[in-house]
């Protein structure tokens, strides 16, 4: 029995990088988790894994941009798990690159995968943590919005605060019925991560030693374990935060 059995929680993004190392994170601890994602065969392989933790796991396909579909979609999460405990809004599709060369349509797309998306879905499980006693949102950031040089990441920093104020007022509002709502920004080894460091040695070389505690996270082993501590009953007073798992690179103030 772990600390979260007879919990569920809805990830998205969770076929694969960070939305997979929280899925298999929060399955360590028992959850139930509903792996939310646009590729069927990367969400039943996520699936497969969190299975193998001792979990119960359902793939559900979805796009998260499509905000009128979410409601349905957390619908049948509750129905398939009996509620909705947690929720972790980790997918995003944004765009990066100086303003003057972005496309409104791209400027958009962060917002819609960010905080539209976000708040459809934390608009849709508001209702059933509400009535089972409680639960716990976990959105996330990015240290970008607080970067030492912005150039390029101006979009994706635009989205990504807007996503940390709405995770701030959401902690207000919904505090009295028991829901929690905390943002997360990470810096971890995903596979997109990964490849750039791979083909651009120096560059990861650098941007490696900006980090005090001198490494790139794991996805499950430093931002999945800490999402876990996050959402346990022992953090049940901290709400509205924004918690830096970037091994101390970025000052938030």
């Excluded at 969770?14 to 065969?41: D, F, K, N, P």
């Excluded at 509620?83 to 409104?104: F, R």
């Excluded at 997109?192 to 120096?202: S, Y």
């Excluded at 005090?212 to 999945?224: A, F, H, K, N, T």
Aim: one cysteine or more.
């Amino acid at each position: 029995m772990g600390s979260l059995s007879g919990k569920a929680a809805i990830v998205t993004g969770a076929g694969q990088g960070v939305g997979q190392g929280i899925a298999l994170a929060l399955a360590s601890e028992g959850a139930a988790i509903a792996v939310l994602g646009r590729t069927r065969a990367k969400l039943d392989a996520t699936c497969e894994l969190v299975r193998a933790r001792g979990a119960e796991a359902g793939a559900f396909v979805c796009d998260v941009a499509d905000t009128e579909a979410v409601p349905a979609v957390v619908e049948g999460v509750a129905e398939t798990f009996g509620g909705v405990d947690i929720l972790v809004n980790n997918a995003y599709s944004g765009a990066y690159g100086p303003l003057l060369e972005m496309s409104d349509r791209a400027f958009r797309k962060g917002f819609t995968t960010g905080p539209f998306a976000a708040f459809a879905f934390m608009k849709a499980c508001h209702p059933h943590m509400k009535a089972r006693g409680g639960g716990s949102i976990v959105n996330l950031v990015t240290s970008a919005m607080v970067r030492w040089d912005p150039a390029t990441f101006g979009a994706y920093a635009a989205a990504k605060q807007a996503l940390r104020s709405l995770t701030r007022t959401a902690a207000a509002e919904w505090g009295p019925d028991g829901i929690r709502a905390n943002s997360i920004a990470p810096h971890a080894l995903s596979p997109g991560l990964k490849w750039w460091a791979e083909t651009n040695p120096e560059e990861a070389e650098e941007f490696r030693r900006t980090i005090p505690l001198g490494y790139i996270g794991d996805c499950e082993d430093d931002i999945g374990r800490a999402v876990v501590a996050l959402v346990q009953p022992a953090m049940r007073y901290l709400t509205g935060a924004t918690i830096p798992l970037d091994g101390g690179q970025a000052h938030f103030g």
